[in-house]
Nanobody
Framework: QVQLVESGGGLVQAGGSLRLSCRAS????????MGWFRQAPGKEREFVAA????????YLSDPVKGRFTISRDNAKNTLWLQMNSLKLEDTAVYYC????????????????WGQGTQVTVSS
């Protein structure tokens, strides 16, 4: 059984930075992709960023390009999301996810999800 555990969320002022982490456990071989999604109150869960585990190829959604970056440590089975220049609209619950598939931006392709971590950006 795969477990994904996020940490690093919190309250930050607009313009500030946060770094989220996600540790995967319970499996001995690598996922094809790991990613971050977020869900704001009353909205659908949306793609934020993904990384191909084997090559490090990165995918970012348009709203976060130039501000967020995703990285991983294969040996530690850990994924990070560095969020800079945070905006009020970045406020959401952020979820880590993993898939054995080929479509990194597709929410439905992700089989495993963390419990989520709250990020709140204040003015």
């Amino acid at each position: 059984q795969v477990q994904l555990v996020e940490s690093g969320g919190g309250l930050v002022q607009a313009g500030g930075s946060l770094r989220l982490s996600c540790r995967a456990s319970g499996r001995t071989f690598s996922f094809d992709y790991m990613g971050w999604f977020r869900q704001a109150p009353g909205k659908e869960r949306e793609f934020v960023a993904a990384i191909r585990w084997s090559t490090g190829t990165i995918y970012l959604s348009d709203p976060v390009k130039g501000r967020f970056t995703i990285s991983r440590d294969n040996a530690k089975n850990t994924l990070w999301l560095q969020m800079n220049s945070l905006k009020l609209e970045d406020t959401a619950v952020y979820y880590c996810a993993a898939q054995y598939g080929s479509r990194p931006k597709m929410k439905s392709e992700y089989e495993y999800w963390g419990q989520g971590t709250q990020v709140t950006v204040s003015s």
